[in-house]
């Protein structure tokens, strides 16, 4: 078995070879790191990364033993932490085992945010059942906000005609940051081209009226330097002008160079 702190050093300098991930133990050092809220933490020698990768390592072993772990640091964290986010990506690679876990912690929880990281994980678990959808299709009628993204994750095309209707009724933000107040816009459509819709001219010449500012100055953030970019909320447009929501376009991309960096 693997000595538990070469794991941790390799972790840190992401160079755990595949010999390292077949080793025996290799899922329960990984679980004890993923929990080890110390060598979290952002002042550790070693910045904290080591239990973010093991997250995502987690997720790429399929490791069912990980599920009950990964979705209590999900309980514990801020959505805004890279191991939550970090999370919320490898839990589905787990596939359908994470299914009744995970949905049981959706309904014994009242924290809204926490229920929005779970519906997250339960929409890309690649399984069908009649529970998911119709907590997707609630979350989605209530609060549009990450739900219409979950919606086209699970790729039911029945959820097509209410993603369509909501597109229709959006109410175009004519003050502040357009882009930013019409951020559900993207979301939505990515949600129909996902299940197989498209939109019409009219709903095309909507989406470009309400994204013209972030259009403009795609150009212009995409030549700064990464240094000078001010990452956005999970949630917000992103930097890169593309008019997608930061989460589904650049965070992870900037969340794996703030981990080599």
């Known amino acids: 078995m693997i000595e538990r702190d070469c794991v941790i050093a390799l972790l840190t300098e992401q160079k755990p070879q595949r010999e390292v991930l077949e080793s025996e133990g290799i899922v329960e050092t990984l679980i004890s790191i993923l929990i ?3 060598l979290g933490a952002a002042d550790h020698p070693r910045g904290g990364y080591s239990p ?4 995502r390592l987690l997720g790429e072993l399929r490791a069912e033993a990980a599920i009950g772990p990964m979705l209590e640091v999900l309980r514990n964290t801020e959505w805004d932490a890279i191991i939550h986010d970090m999370i919320i990506q490898s839990l589905p690679l787990i596939g359908a085992p ?3 876990p995970a949905l049981a912690a959706y309904l014994a929880s009242e924290d809204d945010e926490l229920r ?4 997250g994980v339960l929409a890309g678990c690649g399984v069908r059942d009649e529970r998911l ?3 997707l299709i609630e979350r989605f009628e209530e609060d549009l906000d990450d739900a219409g993204l979950d919606l086209g994750t699970y790729g039911d095309p029945r959820a097509l005609e209410n993603i369509v209707l909501a597109f229709d009724e959006f109410e175009l933000a004519d003050d502040g940051d357009p882009a930013f ?3 559900m816009l993207v979301d939505l459509r990515e ?3 996902e299940l197989g819709g498209k ?3 009219e709903q095309e010449a909507k989406f470009e009226i309400a994204m013209q500012p972030a259009i403009e100055q795609r150009d212009l953030a995409a030549s700064m330097p990464a240094t000078h970019r001010q990452r956005p909320g999970r949630n917000e447009v992103c930097w890169c002008g593309s008019t997608r929501k930061y989460k589904k376009c650049h965070l992870e991309t900037d969340e794996l160079n703030a981990l080599k960096n």
Do not use: M, R, W, Y
């Open 36 to 38: 080890d809220e110390e």
């Open 52 to 55: 973010i990768h093991a997250a």
């Open 98 to 100: 994470v299914v009744e």
């Open 116 to 119: 929005s990281s779970v519906a």
């Open 133 to 135: 959808f119709k907590i």
């Open 181 to 183: 107040a019409n951020g």
């Open 191 to 193: 949600s129909i081209e």
């Open 199 to 201: 939109l019409t001219i």
